[in-house]
């Protein structure tokens, strides 16, 4: 059995792996597609490489964003189908407001 502090330093470790991330992509023919995942690099990865949303295999390549992250798969489901309903006028402008934030995210080391 692990010490508790150990215990807790796993259940936090996979508590960080398992962040609910809402993203927007923009595709190759201007348009937006929004989702959600527990591992955005790699979800990202998976629809540049055709293993992404069907929507996704015919547009590549794809560029996030913007994403955000939720406290919850439930809470990331509600705002995926939010973002999926805005004019693309509002993604836009999203998308623009988060242009530094996504950067950083795409310079940063994978682990």
């Known amino acids: 059995m ?3 502090n150990d215990t807790m330093n796993n259940t936090q470790n996979h508590m960080e792996e398992k962040q609910n991330y809402v993203y ?22 998976a629809h540049n490489n055709g293993n992404g949303a069907k929507y996704t295999r015919s ?10 992250i939720c406290p919850s798969r439930s809470d990331a489901l509600k705002r995926e189908y939010a973002v999926k309903h805005l004019t693309r006028a509002e993604k836009e402008q999203m998308a623009g407001k988060a242009a530094e934030m996504v950067a950083a995210f795409d310079s940063r080391e994978v682990g």
């Open 2 to 4: 692990l010490p508790m």
């Open 59 to 68: 547009r590549r390549p794809v560029h996030l964003v913007y994403f955000e």
């Open 24 to 45: 927007m992509l923009e595709c190759s023919d201007g348009s937006y597609y929004t989702g959600w995942t527990t591992h955005l690099r790699e979800r990202v990865q």
